[in-house]
């Protein structure tokens, strides 16, 4: 069975910055893509930012500049390192992966940005 396991979310003051992993276990076939998203309460789950298996990236506008996605193959992890962080990045974030067999989701783990 395949699982993703976010991990790193926390508290973290304005202008702080925290990195988000994603593990992957399991039978895992070929892997297209690894996504982060987000969702803040009360409103839609967005997307944040994405790795291609050839290592391509792609960012929302509104992290561009700020946050950074990277992989380790080895490791079968994504990364997300988010600086410069801002109380609107406060959400919970989900790490997403396309592989051949199927779609999954991690369960997602909770960033506050606060002072």
């Known amino acids: 069975q395949v699982q993703l396991v976010e991990s790193g979310g926390g508290l973290v003051q304005p202008g702080g910055s925290l990195r988000l992993s994603c593990a992957a276990s399991?039978?895992?076939?070929?892997?297209?893509?690894m996504d982060w998203y987000r969702q803040a309460p009360g409103k839609q789950r967005d997307f944040v930012a994405r790795?291609?298996?050839?290592?391509?990236?792609t960012y929302a506008d509104s992290v561009k500049g700020r946050f950074t996605i990277s992989g380790d193959n080895a490791k079968k992890t994504v990364y997300l390192q988010m600086n410069s962080l801002k109380p609107e990045d406060t959400a919970v974030y989900y790490c997403f992966m396309q592989a051949l067999s199927n779609n999954y989701w991690g369960q997602g783990t909770q960033v506050t940005v606060s002072s």
């Open positions: 399991g039978s895992i076939s070929s892997i297209y893509v």
């Open positions: 790795i291609t298996n050839n290592n391509m990236t």
